[in-house]
């Protein structure tokens, strides 16, 4: 049991950029992918409604950029 959710991105650039930007907001998200153009979502099995609120807060704010 557990979340794991992946983005995937058509240039491999922008999802390493946002996963510097996350980051920089203190969340950690990680790039797979032949060409790491997936961005990947491994929270702990523990995060909280609040934590993930947070962390879309975050990526929405940075996709709008």
């Known amino acids: 049991r557990g ?35 997936t961005l990947s979502f491994t929270p702990p099995f523990t995060i909280g409604y609040r934590e993930m609120d947070i962390a879309l807060a975050a990526l929405k704010g940075i996709l709008k950029c």
Request: hydrophobic fraction near 45%; charged fraction near 30%; glycine fraction near 8%.
């Open 3 to 37: 979340l794991m959710l992946g983005l995937e991105f058509v240039r491999p650039e922008k999802a390493q950029s946002l996963v510097k930007e996350m980051l920089k907001r203190g969340i950690i998200v990680l790039s797979s992918g032949k060409s790491s153009e």
